[in-house]
């Protein structure tokens, strides 16, 4: 009996619009590297200069922390690179098989496999996404919000090595077990998603909030009070070999002078990023990055509040509000574009609120944004910081 592929499918939907986004990716970075000079040529190019001047329309996609995955994909966890959780660099080293003895094949093979992982991860996240969305609102609404997502300015990344596409995954299906009340499952995907990113402990507030609006038994939803394990475990291994089971923290006043000590309230973040704004030139390559981070530090505050009023369920919200504000305790939006990319309830919200916009400001909104998307992918693809 020969099988029929529905072209109205949702997934052979979002299936064609993910394949669209990679293809576009690509035409990008072709562009890129024959019009645009390389940013650094001593550091954060993927595979190394040699290597990546071999194939940068390959090695490009390891830029700046794919190098450290890499690393630790290859030879393990070395000094200063506690920060990476090691749950995406372990996948790419089981699929890759590196041998560190013989270099060049090793990166190409780990490089490989991280880029699988990433892509393959991110259309299963944007399948199992539409689906969660569908649970509350229309058809309409989870497209828009995928799109929304597909081209946010630092999207890229979903396609790089990078662990964006597997936390994603691992979060929108912890929620969507949670909302089938499958709560075994998703606690065990929380307590892998804690050990794939830090973030991943903010599943667990989120978790028993979604068991109070659930008026769930705890007998059988207590399975969530695994979320911290993930975390947990990978202290213990820092403590282990280092000394220091909170040195995925401590490492990140060691990377740049925009962490500081201590905590610093929201206000003043915003206060220093307005002042930063208005003394740096514009001249100056570094002013579209403070731009993009302050204004990404804006829509992403007030998105979990326009979305309370709009409905959307608290647990998805008490998530995004809680994943936006807690890096910015360092007194910093510093790669917030690209913290942001995993709280899907944001873009959810960002979805209804450009719904309801008159047609023109629409398309340009979603033209503005797909032009950024394209000029911060060819300047990360050639070496410039972008988040």
Known sequence: MKTRINLHSPVFK???????WRFALVVISFLAIHFIPLGYKDRFLGGGLTNYSLAPGFFAWANFDGEHYLSIA?????HLEQAFFPVYPILMSFFSKPDPYDLFTSLVNSTLAGL????VSFVLALIFLWELIRIDFSKKIAYLTIILLL???????????????LFLLLSVLVFYSARKGKWFVAGVLGLIASATRVFGILLLPALLIEIWQ?????SKAFWVLLVPFGLGAYMWYLYLTIGDPIAFYNLQRLIGEQHQPGITTLPQVY??????????????????????EFLVGLAFFLLPIYGYFKKIRFSYLIYA????????IQGSF?????YVLILFPSFLAAAIFVTKLPKLIKVVFLLLSFFVLIIETALYLRGYWVA
């Open 14 to 20: 979002i299936l064609l619009i993910f394949l669209t």
């Open 74 to 78: 290859i030879f393990g966890y070395k």
């Open 116 to 119: 699988i992982i990433s892509n």
């Open 151 to 165: 081209i946010f300015p630092t999207s890229f990344y979903f396609g790089a090595v990078y662990n964006e596409s």
């Open 214 to 218: 659930q008026k769930a038994d705890f």
């Open 271 to 292: 206060f220093r990023y307005i002042k930063m704004m208005a003394t740096t030139s514009i001249q100056n390559p570094i002013f579209q990055t403070v731009v993009l």
């Open 321 to 328: 509000m809680i994943g936006f504000v807690a890096p910015t």
């Open 334 to 338: 510093s790669s917030t574009p690209r």
